[in-house]
């Protein structure tokens, strides 16, 4: 009897991990999807409880397309990886910055999730912007974005500071 509920479970993780948006992203990363994304950092693990990038506080200037003030979070592999000066963020790092407008009223949230064999043209990023009630604006390999990173690509395509 323990092996079949044992047997019933198994299936049944099988079953919703990829209506969770975790089959792809391996140990309990979201899949490159922008919705298993905004999930997984809203509410599997809370970007506002990450650390901000180093030596950035909150609501520093920013720039445009981003915003007038930024706040900018790691999740653990990014935050370790920009500590260490590694030179690269590693599989399943999560940076996102907060947008806010001139009056630091949130406008957006972007993210860069780095997922091995996603789009190495790219950095291997998947991209999202989305408004602060979720609404995805853009998500994927996105033009605009990755033609604006790639300025920066030497620095594995992050403009908040150095990781090398």
Known sequence: MKKCIWLMLLLAGLVLMPVL???NGGAGLPMTNGNAVIDYISNVNPYQDWQLWPGKGELYEGQHPH???LTTYLN????T???NKAGSLPHGAIVVKENYT???KLAAITVMYKKHGYNAEAGNYFWIKYAPDG???KEGKVEG???CHASVKAND???TGPIQ
């Open 157 to 159: 395509w992050l403009f």
């Open 81 to 83: 990886a920009v500590q």
């Open 76 to 79: 653990e592999a990014a935050y």
């Open 145 to 147: 974005c990755i033609n």
């Open 67 to 69: 915003g007038a003030f």
């Open 21 to 23: 948006g975790f089959a």
């Open 135 to 137: 609404t995805i604006e």
């Open 102 to 104: 001139p009056e630091k």
